[in-house]
């Protein structure tokens, strides 16, 4: 039998980064993402047990990130809604042209179970019976959201202006 905390010392090392990216990717905030991710390993920690015997413990991380992560957006959005009452807002400057930044900002104008599902099976090659179990939510459910995602994105990527380089 292993010791309980050099198996949660295990996971930690090895899918710390991951869980962080992961995080990242939903929420397209980098401090938030390291904060959740941390987060998430407090509540791993809290229900060891469980996530121990899960068939994959990562899978059962994952889904407390993807939790954690749509809880933030709730409140960021939230708040934000408060913040536009009391203040007039100025649209932004141009967008940076960079490929990257044009993903991440199509990424945070899905809805957030279609984001999740759109990350956790591109970005991180999840199969769609695991996201499905991360998300708790049906295969076809993991299908529908991941295609219709994706093709979203496409056509937000579509509507960017293409940088020329000289």
């Known amino acids: ?3 309980p905390e050099d198996a949660f010392q295990r996971l930690f090392e090895a899918h710390h980064a ?3 990216r992961l995080a990242y990717l939903l929420t397209g905030e980098p401090n938030a993402a390291d904060d959740l991710a941390a987060d998430a390993f407090v509540e791993i920690w809290r229900h060891w047990e469980r996530v121990a ?3 994959s413990p990562l899978a059962y991380a994952r889904g407390i990130v993807a939790n954690l992560a749509r809880q ?3 409140r960021r959005t939230r708040e934000r809604a408060g913040l536009l009452g009391l203040v007039m807002r100025r649209p932004g400057a141009e ?3 960079t490929a990257v930044l044009d993903v991440r900002a199509a990424l945070r104008r899905l809805p957030p179970r279609r984001r999740e599902c759109v990350v956790l099976r591109y970005a991180f090659d999840v199969p769609e019976r695991e996201v499905a179990a ?8 993991v299908k529908s959201q991941a295609s ?7 056509n937000y990527l579509r509507d960017l202006p293409v940088a020329h380089v000289d």
Do not use: F, H, K, Y
């Open 148 to 154: 219709r995602g994706a093709a979203q994105l496409s």
């Open 72 to 74: 933030w957006i709730r």
């Open 18 to 20: 991951d869980l962080s």
């Open 95 to 97: 967008p940076d042209a």
């Open 134 to 141: 991360i998300l708790g939510i049906s295969v076809g459910a």
């Open 1 to 3: 039998m292993t010791d």
């Open 53 to 55: 015997a899960a068939d």
